[in-house]
């Protein structure tokens, strides 16, 4: 009964005062791609077949899939959507067959919802200090900008959505490429990302919160998470809302998701304050492992080691 009263949600958001919207085609934002392999002679069509994914869920939501994954389609990045993985009030997540390219059989496209930040609250904290991302997806700066964002204007909202689907991508990239444990990054685009999949065809990866650990594997993903979220600070970055609910564990192994909300230390002003509330998030999850850690130190001696030795020896 949720799901359908979810989906009976979305279908009046997305239909009511902006339901003409999805009825033209999306400005094209200029895609964004990490270094994949060029895509082989034999599999390039000069002419692609249209755009017929397997999967295409209620009305509402096959236009999302048309409008937004076609884009990937029609790049030869994907080559058809086979389910969706997980429903929310921010994005929705599908399971893609990938293009030969990439290197990988399956691919996660997250797609935001049209009308996304009807639902999201106190996102200030996060923009502080950040870049406006436009929609031809470089950075904007104005007074004209700041002031429609703040009366959340259309023009406005178009900024907040723009900058919040690229602040994810550019995280993921960062992090991917510094080592942290990330699905990997492939592509986006204006209301998209295509990333790294985990699981399998039938079954996607579940979150931590819905996994049992034996004692020996909960002692080794804390240490592990540790160090993840310790690495991301070194690479000037705070996830700002990590818990067990935004790590994906399969086959012993886990990753970080959901980072559009992620702070730069250097640039905003409540970076320790969301640190602290990061750590202390992680230690209370283990601490029904009989883990005994003290979040408050852990966030001190990180901040310390790697935000203030830093400000002094710069």
């Known amino acids: 009964m949720d799901d359908l009263i979810l989906d009976y949600d979305e279908y009046l958001d997305d239909t009511q005062d902006d339901g003409h919207r999805l009825q033209r085609k999306s400005k094209r934002f200029k895609h964004s791609y990490a270094e994949v392999a060029p895509v082989p002679a034999e599999v390039a069509k000069d002419d692609p077949q249209e755009f017929r994914p397997s999967f295409t869920g209620s009305k509402h939501k096959r236009q999302w899939i048309m409008e937004y994954l076609g884009l990937f389609y029609e790049d030869q990045v994907i080559t058809d959507v086979l389910r969706q993985v997980k429903g929310g009030k921010e994005a929705t997540v599908y399971c893609c067959r990938a293009s030969p390219a990439l290197g990988v059989d399956l691919v996660a496209a997250k797609v935001y919802r049209p009308r996304m930040f009807r639902q999201?609250?106190?996102?200030?904290?996060?923009?502080?200090?950040?870049?406006?991302?436009?929609?031809?997806?470089?950075?904007?700066?104005?007074?004209?900008?700041?002031?429609?964002?703040?009366?959340?204007?259309d023009f406005g909202q178009t900024l907040r959505?723009?900058?919040?689907?690229?602040?994810?991508?550019?995280?993921?990239?960062?992090?991917?490429?510094?080592?942290?444990?990330?699905?990997?990054?492939?592509?986006?685009?204006?209301?998209?990302?295509?990333?790294?999949?985990?699981?399998?065809?039938?079954?996607?990866?579940?979150?931590?919160?819905?996994?049992?650990?034996?004692?020996?594997?909960?002692?080794?993903?804390?240490?592990?998470?540790?160090?993840?979220?310790?690495?991301?600070?070194?690479?000037?970055?705070?996830?700002?809302?990590?818990?067990?609910?935004?790590?994906?564990?399969?086959?012993g192994k886990a990753k970080i998701i959901d980072m559009p909300q992620a702070v730069n230390p250097y640039v905003n002003a409540d970076a320790f304050a969301l640190l602290g509330r990061d750590i202390a998030r992680l230690c209370d999850y283990f601490a029904r492992y009989g883990i005994k850690a003290n979040a408050s130190q852990f966030t001190r001696e990180f901040w310390e080691r790697h935000i203030l030795h830093r400000d002094k020896t710069d």
């Open 161 to 251: 959505h723009t900058t919040w689907l690229a602040n994810e991508f550019q995280t993921l990239q960062r992090m991917y490429n510094a080592g942290v444990d990330v699905p990997q990054p492939f592509a986006s685009s204006d209301n998209a990302i295509l990333m790294e999949y985990l699981g399998d065809e039938k079954f996607p990866a579940p979150a931590l919160s819905q996994v049992r650990l034996t004692s020996h594997a909960a002692h080794s993903l804390f240490e592990r998470l540790m160090h993840n979220i310790e690495l991301m600070l070194a690479h000037d970055r705070v996830h700002g809302d990590f818990s067990a609910y935004n790590v994906l564990y399969w086959n």
């Open 120 to 153: 999201l609250r106190n996102d200030a904290v996060y923009r502080k200090g950040r870049e406006v991302i436009g929609e031809e997806g470089k950075e904007v700066r104005g007074r004209r900008e700041k002031l429609a964002m703040s009366k959340k204007t």
